[in-house]
């Protein structure tokens, strides 16, 4: 039988989880991740906040585990997803450092018969995700790094090397496998070496899950949370296999003060020199000079009209914001992975200044207007007519909004109002419409493209400050 655990219930763990790591009254931070944990669902939450190389907040809230009492503690191992590239970031400059390879490398240097067209492709594109190679499938999960890349000389390149910013696993596997071969050492070693071991990082490594026959059997990580998913009104364990080949992309766990201490250490110096935190911190340039979407493995953005820089993963397991012109770094990991990436730019906003308010014109089409308000508040519900979306737009958004999308919208709560603040014709027939939606929990620009028919061809929520 199936375990409910409803709504108060989530409130109640919200509430024990601030008495027991506080012990004083909720401050707004606190507030904050509490309404999100109850509105979303969320068993447990880690949160920690450096600023200027200096860990000033440090905090844990609710339950690591809901099958027997675990409170979150800044120590609590979470699943970071994606967010494992920032670590694998750093791994590959300390490699960089020492002189064992070079992001200019020709990666043909490392695989003996590799096609010529991999002679123009080099380890930072690999690591900018702008490589061209195409992504590598179906290959049993115990696979390793090297395997995966044999498997990709096998393929053409899916676009020419440096032409655009496509983010994608083969990259990182093949990375993976470079990184192993010039070291002499298995990825999880390498990080134990060069980040855990230096910085002294006691809750961040990998459980090793692998499957063997019809058992799954991992390594004991002492206190790790688990990984949850709310569907139906209940909450399951949703837990990922990473097969061992994408470590350097995904499955590493670690804990809010781990990945702070980290973030500190590389503001500081006291892990890379300056040109290479640079490096990690400043966007692959492609081949027609535009930025990337890219560094060495962290992701870029811009929020609030400030340039960040990190990365998210799971979508919401890990959001880990780097603000370079403030050094604000803010980390928030949750057990729940029907979440979408909010409580990093939630918390955020409580230090940063209040970003200027956009003027809302004159909506020329509020047929359409209206439509998206209906979709949106269905979609909240569980209901996506595929019928609102162009034919090319139909199957991704409808997962979407299915899924993680109707996670944002539940969380975020209902809405409360909408303005058009900017509309412009495009040369491929659509109108492309930015929105600023008003929910009650949130306020959140959506990016929104239809046809002369009112199709739309894409919603979603704005990345970035492309008004």
């Known amino acids: 039988m199936i375990q409910k655990f409803p709504a108060q219930t989530a409130a109640l763990a919200v509430a024990l989880g601030l008495m027991t790591v506080t012990g004083v009254r909720a401050d707004p931070v606190d507030d904050a991740v509490a309404r ?3 509105a979303g669902h969320i068993p447990g939450v880690a949160v920690a906040v450096v600023d200027s190389g200096r860990i000033v907040r440090l905090q844990g809230y609710g339950q690591a585990n809901l099958e027997w009492p675990s409170a979150v503690t800044p120590d609590t191992p979470f699943q970071t997803a994606s967010a494992s590239k920032i670590f694998a970031g750093v791994v590959l400059m300390r490699l960089v450092e020492q002189g064992v390879l070079s992001l200019d490398d020709p990666i043909t240097l490392y695989f003996e018969g590799a ?3 991999w002679s123009r492709i080099t380890v930072r594109h690999l690591a900018g995700h702008v490589s061209g190679l195409a992504e590598v499938r179906g290959l049993p999960s115990d696979a390793n790094a090297q395997a995966v890349a044999a498997e990709a000389m096998k393929l053409p390149l899916a676009y020419e090397p440096g032409a655009e910013s496509r983010y994608g696993l083969t990259d990182f596997v093949v990375m993976t496998a470079i990184m192993e071969k010039a070291s002499g050492l298995s990825y999880p070693d390498l990080l134990q070496r060069e980040v855990s071991t230096p910085l002294g990082l006691t809750h961040t490594g990998f459980t090793l899950l692998r499957e063997d026959g019809r058992v799954r059997a991992a390594d004991v990580m002492p206190g790790r949370a688990r990984v949850y998913g709310w569907r139906d009104g209940v909450q399951r364990d949703e837990e990922f296999l990473y097969p061992v080949n994408t470590y350097a992309a995904g499955g590493l766990y670690s804990s809010a003060r781990d990945i702070a201490t980290l973030m500190a250490a590389l503001e500081t110096g006291r892990l890379l020199t300056p040109e290479s935190f640079a490096l990690l911190t400043t966007p692959a340039r492609l081949n027609d000079g535009r930025d990337g979407a890219f560094g060495v493995g962290w992701t870029f953005d811009r929020y609030g009209g400030l340039a960040t820089v990190g990365h998210t993963g ?3 397991l890990a959001d880990v914001m780097f603000i370079p012109s403030r050094g604000l770094t803010v980390i928030a990991l949750t057990n729940q992975r029907r979440f979408y990436p909010l409580l990093s730019h939630v918390i955020a906003d ?4 209040p970003t200027p308010v956009a003027p809302v014109i004159a909506d020329s089409r509020p047929d359409l207007t209206v439509a998206l308000l209906r979709m949106l508040a269905a979609a909240a519900n569980g209901v996506v007519d595929p019928t609102v979306f162009t034919d090319q737009a139909r199957d991704g958004a409808a997962a979407f909004y299915k899924d993680f999308g109707q996670a944002m919208l539940t969380a975020v709560g209902p809405i409360e109002g909408m303005d058009l603040l900017s509309e412009r014709a495009l040369d491929d027939g659509l109108t492309r419409r930015l929105y600023r939606v008003r929910f009650q929990r949130r306020t959140i620009d959506f990016v929104v493209r239809a ?7 894409e919603i ?3 990345s970035g400050d492309d008004i």
């Open 36 to 38: 999100f944990m109850d």
């Open 115 to 117: 096609p010529e067209s």
């Open 314 to 316: 799971g979508p919401a």
């Open 350 to 353: 409580l230090t940063l200044p």
């Open 451 to 457: 046809d002369g028919a009112g199709r739309f061809a």
């Open 460 to 462: 979603r929520p704005l």
